[in-house]
């Protein structure tokens, strides 16, 4: 049986879907329990995170966490996706914008903002994701505002038609919404026309592995272990007996003056055990990983 489990951090390349991603690394390892979390689309390159083997039941710690890109948007055009990938809808003039005109257009979307989803997007209505009812030809489908948080909006770049912007989001921001909006703000359209993504939480470019470069042999030099996709939450060491009740399902009386809800948990000679959740003033499995025998 194939064991293989762990995080993999991947530079995921121009021109695939996520799931394409996946499906490679699941040639690669000889394994089927791979998932990915935080979508990219196929014009974003850049980090994406998997999960391997036993580690797939850590996904959802992966999820939520903030997130940098750098983009370019294509002002003077405006198209069905927001991006490169969309069919043409309108050109208007851009040529007349200045630097000091398109900083004050960035400074609106810098904060705390409500941003409406694209119609072509994952996100789903009445059970429809909206790029399928997109494609069916519903591009007036309601779409909620959402909160979202804009950390960090740097200028980087303008060399007219392309502006280039380093930006820090909260999780759920989409990058394409934002680039559509500014080129309305501006008053000529816009959409992106490239997108990278530097980090996802403290998973940066810097640890990832292109995609072209796994290969069996070396694949398990670029995994990372389970404990990785909750390395953000605070730890809890416990004694063997703990462990042992932990492990069995059984709740133990909460220690320390932690106030947090969830915990990783380490037994006495530093094995993972898994996450536990704060109740009652106890802690309670969550989701545990005995050790394979």
């Not at 999960?51 to 850590?58: E, K, P, S, V, W």
């Not at 009386?253 to 094995?271: F, K």
Request: aromatic fraction near 6%; glycine fraction near 10%; include cysteine.
């Amino acid at each position: 049986m194939n064991d293989l489990s762990g995080i993999l951090c991947v530079d995921k390349p121009l021109g695939i879907t996520s799931h394409d991603v996946v499906g490679r690394v699941r040639r690669v390892a000889g394994l089927r329990r791979v998932g990915h979390a935080g979508t990219l689309d196929p014009l974003a390159t850049g980090v994406l995170l998997l999960a391997l083997g036993r580690a797939t039941r850590l996904i959802e710690y992966l999820v939520g966490h903030d997130k940098v890109y750098e983009t370019t948007v294509r002002l003077g055009q405006t198209t069905a996706t927001y991006d490169a990938e969309g069919d043409v809808l309108e050109e208007r003039p851009f040529t007349h914008l200045t630097l000091p005109q398109i900083e004050a257009a960035l400074e609106p979307f810098r904060g705390d903002i409500l941003q409406q989803p694209p119609i072509y997007s994952a996100i789903k209505k009445d059970g429809q994701p909206l790029y399928k009812l997109a494609r069916q030809g519903k591009t007036e489908v309601e779409r909620p505002y959402r909160p979202v948080t804009i950390h960090e909006l740097t200028l980087l770049n303008w060399e007219p038609p392309h502006l280039s912007l380093r930006i820090h989001c909260s999780s759920g921001t989409y990058i394409r919404s934002l680039g559509h909006d500014l080129g309305e703000a501006l008053g000529c359209g816009g959409h992106l026309s490239e997108l990278r993504r530097l980090s996802v939480g403290d998973f940066g470019l810097e640890t990832a592995v292109p995609l072209n470069d796994l290969t069996p042999d070396n694949i398990t030099d670029y995994l990372l272990p389970p404990e990785t996709a909750v390395r953000h939450l605070p730890r809890l060491d416990l004694s063997e007996t703990a462990a042992a009740d932990i492990l069995q399902g059984k709740p133990i009386p909460q220690t320390g003056e932690s106030s947090a809800e969830l915990l990783r948990a380490y037994g006495p000679d530093g094995e993972f055990l898994g996450v536990v959740a704060a109740e009652d003033a106890q802690w309670r499995a969550r989701k545990m990983f005995p050790a394979v025998t």
